[in-house]
């Protein structure tokens, strides 16, 4: 149970970064990703996914 | 490079410091405000290019692009693309953490001493990841207090910083208000992200709307001098707009920004791909001549990049990328900010004088059409550049009740490359739609022929001279002798 984000995609804004309850997503060489053990899907915070809420561009947040 | 900032050397040989006809420590100081403005407002916005017109000719001002989250999604908004040679809200090169934003401006406070104001324009909303525009700001505030800071934001999270905004003197802020009523807002706003979820349709623009307002109020309570920026999108918002005008200026907005909408399929944005349509000059031109007993209008807004430096309508912002700055330590030394800032005081107080002197002599000529002409300006009020070099005309229009400033033809407009020097005159030609003077300090043979063809009249007899001068000058000269002698 974890979101990824598709690099091809994402336009690395890092609105996730900062909306992110759980603190799993990280940055490296200008490129976001989540990290999977972190990542709870907000299940218990929020009911969406919060990366998928603000993310500007459809379909770039999306289950793993 | 230097030719590009009006400067020190060009306000030297204007005759600014001649000092002629005014007691060495009489001019400057409070003198140089405008008639109708309390000082305090005075204080606040004479240094700031975007808030007030006058201030624009002489000081710079850097956008640092340290937000490029964004808690809302625009139909003319996409950050996805980024082109050194565009320049438009929302794009940017590179993106700065909080201390390389402090880096920079250090930089360029060193290298530009017209450097008066420090900005937080995007290409996100400054106010989503609050914590980087307010890092960035503390910063800065410890090694520039001179500085002033703004920043600008769609206003949805604005309500919870109206406290660390003024904590931070930060005192002035722009918010996008396109709409006063939802119902329109739908056709700009497809979604919000607040309080953890994701709203769409009327709701989403209820609430962008109230968080505006409430921003809005709160803030003009606080002393924070507020400029409402709203894009003019034909068909959608543009009448709209009259209503936004009175709604922001009852709630104490000091100026409103109406911009056109930039449309391009090449942008990438939903209006840009759905065809939507900015307006022309006129419309946008007519819209604001409707709303001039509004909000005060702001008509010189060049649309910036996020990540902008230097005067309004330059960007010099590829000199100072980051891979630029030197690794040594710059000077945070405001001493020649602050000389320059006395000799801009002492200019615009000469500069009033000439232009009370000009609607002195136009005041008894005869009451006919106003006259409209574009002029070349590097700044300082006078009409100092030459054709060729001129990028943007600023326009004015002239009658018996005085010399107005009423927007500028950019004919650069947005992707310079791979255009020709005749394409560029064409370019040019087009911009000055409806114009046909132009007053330039200097223009070549072959260019001028081209603009008498095109009915044109580039005239050179003005150069260096105030624009308010040359003005009423060309006003009176264009009049019948009989009209002259009432």
């Given at each position: 149970?974890?979101?990824?984000?598709?690099?091809?995609?994402?336009?690395?804004?890092g609105?996730?970064?900062?909306?992110?309850?759980?603190?799993?997503?990280?940055?490296k060489?200008?490129?976001?990703?989540?990290?999977?053990?972190?990542?709870?899907?907000?299940v218990?915070?929020?009911?969406?996914?919060?990366?998928?809420?603000i993310?500007?561009?459809?379909?770039?947040?999306?289950?793993? | 490079?230097?030719?590009?900032?009006?400067?020190?050397?060009?306000?030297?040989?204007t005759?600014?410091?001649?000092?002629?006809?005014?007691?060495?420590?009489?001019?400057?100081?409070?003198?140089?405000?405008?008639?109708?403005?309390?000082?305090?407002v005075?204080a606040?916005?004479?240094?700031?290019?975007?808030?007030?017109?006058?201030?624009?000719?002489?000081?710079?001002?850097?956008?640092?692009?340290?937000?490029?989250?964004?808690?809302?999604q625009?139909?003319?908004?996409?950050?996805?693309?980024?082109?050194?040679?565009?320049?438009?809200?929302?794009?940017?090169?590179?993106?700065?953490?909080?201390?390389?934003?402090a880096?920079?401006?250090?930089?360029?406070?060193?290298?530009?001493?017209?450097?008066?104001?420090?900005?937080?324009?995007?290409?996100?909303?400054?106010?989503?990841?609050?914590?980087?525009?307010?890092?960035?700001?503390?910063?800065?505030?410890?090694?520039?207090?001179?500085?002033?800071?703004?920043?600008?934001?769609n206003?949805?999270?604005?309500?919870?910083?109206?406290?660390?905004?003024?904590?931070?003197n930060?005192?002035?802020?722009?918010?996008?208000?396109?709409?006063?009523?939802?119902?329109?807002?739908?056709?700009?706003?497809?979604?919000?992200f607040?309080?953890n979820?994701?709203?769409?349709?009327?709701?989403?623009?209820?609430?962008?709307?109230?968080?505006?307002?409430?921003?809005l109020?709160?803030?003009?309570?606080?002393?924070?001098?507020?400029?409402?920026?709203?894009?003019?999108?034909?068909?959608?918002?543009?009448?709209?707009?009259?209503?936004?005008?009175?709604?922001?200026?009852?709630?104490?907005?000091?100026?409103?920004?109406?911009?056109?909408?930039?449309?391009?399929?090449?942008?990438?944005?939903?209006?840009?791909?759905?065809?939507?349509?900015?307006?022309?000059?006129?419309e946008?031109?007519?819209?604001?001549?409707?709303?001039?007993?509004?909000?005060?209008?702001?008509?010189?807004?060049?649309?910036?990049?996020?990540?902008?430096?230097?005067?309004?309508?330059?960007?010099?912002?590829?000199?100072?990328?980051?891979?630029?700055?030197?690794?040594?330590?710059?000077?945070?030394?405001?001493?020649?900010?602050?000389?320059?800032?006395?000799m801009?005081?002492?200019?615009?107080?000469?500069?009033?004088?000439?232009?009370?002197?000009?609607?002195?002599?136009?005041?008894?000529?005869?009451?006919?059409?106003?006259?409209?002409?574009?002029?070349?300006?590097?700044?300082?009020?006078?009409?100092?550049?030459?054709?060729?070099?001129?990028?943007?005309?600023?326009?004015?229009?002239?009658d018996?009740?005085g010399?107005r400033?009423?927007?500028?033809?950019?004919?650069?407009?947005?992707?310079?490359?791979?255009?020709?020097?005749?394409?560029?005159?064409?370019?040019?030609?087009?911009?000055?739609?409806?114009?046909?003077?132009?007053?330039?300090?200097?223009?070549?043979?072959?260019?001028?022929?081209?603009?008498?063809?095109?009915?044109?009249?580039?005239?050179?007899?003005y150069?260096?001279?105030?624009i308010?001068?040359?003005?009423?000058?060309?006003?009176?000269?264009?009049?019948?002798?009989?009209?002259?002698?009432?």
């Open positions: 149970m974890a979101y990824q984000i598709l690099a091809s995609l994402c336009t690395a804004c609105a996730c970064e900062f909306e992110c309850p759980n603190k799993a997503i990280r940055i060489n200008d490129i976001y990703f989540v990290k999977p053990e972190k990542c709870t899907e907000c218990g915070h929020f009911d969406t996914p919060q990366c998928v809420a993310c500007p561009i459809e379909g770039a947040c999306i289950q793993a | 490079m230097n030719q590009r900032v009006i400067a020190l050397d060009s306000l030297l040989n005759g600014v410091t001649k000092r002629k006809g005014c007691a060495a420590s009489g001019c400057g100081g409070a003198a140089d405000g405008p008639d109708d403005m309390a000082p305090e005075w606040k916005v004479r240094d700031h290019p975007c808030y007030s017109e006058g201030a624009h000719h002489y000081f710079a001002r850097m956008h640092v692009a340290v937000a490029p989250a964004c808690n809302i625009c139909h003319y908004c996409n950050r996805k693309y980024d082109c050194a040679n565009e320049s438009r809200p929302g794009v940017v090169s590179e993106r700065l953490t909080p201390e390389q934003a880096r920079k401006v250090l930089a360029v406070a060193a290298a530009v001493p017209q450097l008066s104001v420090l900005g937080v324009a995007g290409p996100g909303d400054a106010l989503h990841d609050f914590t980087r525009t307010f890092e960035t700001f503390t910063l800065v505030a410890r090694t520039l207090p001179d500085l002033k800071l703004c920043l600008s934001t206003g949805l999270a604005l309500p919870d910083h109206v406290a660390a905004i003024t904590a931070l930060i005192d002035h802020v722009t918010i996008t208000i396109n709409v006063v009523d939802p119902e329109v807002g739908t056709r700009i706003y497809p979604w919000i607040f309080r979820r994701r709203w769409t349709g009327l709701e989403a623009s209820r609430i962008l709307l109230e968080r505006q307002m409430e921003g109020e709160r803030l003009v309570a606080a002393g924070v001098l507020v400029k409402v920026n709203s894009v003019m999108i034909p068909g959608v918002n543009d009448e709209h707009l009259k209503a936004v005008n009175a709604a922001v200026k009852q709630r104490g907005a000091f100026l409103h920004n109406i911009m056109p909408l930039i449309s391009d399929p090449a942008h990438g944005t939903h209006f840009g791909l759905s065809g939507q349509r900015g307006p022309t000059p006129a946008l031109k007519e819209l604001q001549d409707a709303l001039a007993g509004g909000a005060s209008l702001m008509r010189h807004c060049r649309q910036c990049r996020a990540d902008a430096v230097g005067l309004l309508g330059e960007d010099r912002g590829q000199e100072f990328r980051l891979d630029q700055l030197s690794a040594t330590t710059q000077t945070a030394d405001p001493a020649p900010r602050l000389e320059y800032r006395a801009v005081a002492e200019a615009r107080a000469d500069r009033r004088r000439a232009a009370k002197a000009a609607a002195v002599r136009l005041a008894p000529l005869a009451d006919v059409l106003p006259r409209r002409v574009a002029v070349c300006t590097k700044g300082g009020g006078r009409i100092n550049q030459h054709f060729g070099h001129a990028r943007e005309f600023q326009v004015y229009e002239v018996r009740t010399v400033f009423i927007g500028h033809r950019r004919a650069d407009n947005y992707c310079g490359g791979g255009f020709g020097q005749d394409e560029n005159l064409e370019a040019i030609i087009a911009a000055l739609a409806g114009i046909d003077t132009v007053l330039a300090a200097k223009i070549g043979a072959c260019p001028r022929s081209r603009l008498a063809e095109a009915g044109i009249a580039v005239i050179q007899t150069a260096h001279e105030y308010e001068t040359s003005l009423s000058a060309l006003f009176a000269s264009g009049l019948a002798p009989q009209a002259l002698a009432s």
